[in-house]
C-alpha cells in the first residue's frame, strides 16, 4: 500500500496540528510541518566555485506549492520490499 506524505507549510501550525491528531493512528499517513526558511546557502563574490554537482532539493515544484496553498499531498511507494509480491 502507498504512503501519504502531507506537507504543511510552516505557517499552518494549527493545520498541522488537526492532521496529526486526525491521521495518528494511521500508520500510511505521515504529516511533516515545513520549517525551512528558503535557501541557507549564500553566493558571495569571494566564494569559490559550486561544490555541489546538483541542487539536493528534488521536487522544486514542491516548494512552490508550498508558498501558494497551506499544505502539500504527497504519494509515496512503499518502501517495503515485503510487498512488492
Known sequence: MARHLFLVSRHEARLYEYLVERFGDDENVEVILDRRRGERRKRSERQ????RRTDRRI?????LELQVRSHVILTLPN???ASRF
Open 79 to 81: 518502501s517495503d520490499p
Open 48 to 51: 569559490g566555485p559550486e561544490r
Open 59 to 63: 521536487r522544486r515544484e514542491v516548494d
